[in-house]
């Protein structure tokens, strides 16, 4: 089993910045693949930004949803065993829950793919 905590969400101004975190336990974290999704309410969850783990070849290859490319970066840290979304240039339609989710080594842009998820972080961006 595999525990996800996110945190670091909150109240900003649109062009502003925030990063959120996911710490992990339960497993090896280097193996695993890392997402960020989002859920806005009455919207369905949606795909934010990936990274792969180390067994799915070459390690930290990441992919992003066109809405956040350039503004959006995804990064981890194994020996913290956590993984970040760095927000910059942010929109009122940024405003969502983020979820932290894990699979085995590779990264995917489909939720089915992911075996364990957070509880989420609100992040709301005020025009």
């Known amino acids: 089993q595999v525990r996800l905590v996110e945190s670091g969400g909150g109240l900003v101004q649109a062009g502003g910045s925030l990063r959120v975190s996911c710490a992990a336990s339960?497993?090896?974290?280097?193996?695993?693949?890392m997402g960020w999704f989002r859920q806005a309410p009455g919207n369905e969850r949606e795909f934010v930004a990936a990274i792969s783990g180390a067994g799915a070849g070459a390690g930290g290859r990441t992919l992003y949803s066109d809405s956040v490319k350039d503004r959006f970066t995804i990064f981890r840290d194994n020996a913290k065993s956590t993984v970040y979304l760095q927000m910059n240039s942010l929109k009122p339609e940024d405003t969502a829950v983020y979820y932290c989710?894990?699979?085995?080594?590779?990264?995917?842009?489909?939720?089915?793919?992911?075996?364990?998820w957070g509880k989420g972080t609100q992040v709301t961006v005020s025009s």
């Open positions: 989710a894990a699979r085995s080594f590779q990264a995917g842009m489909r939720a089915i793919e992911y075996d364990y």
């Open positions: 339960g497993r090896s974290f280097s193996w695993l693949g």
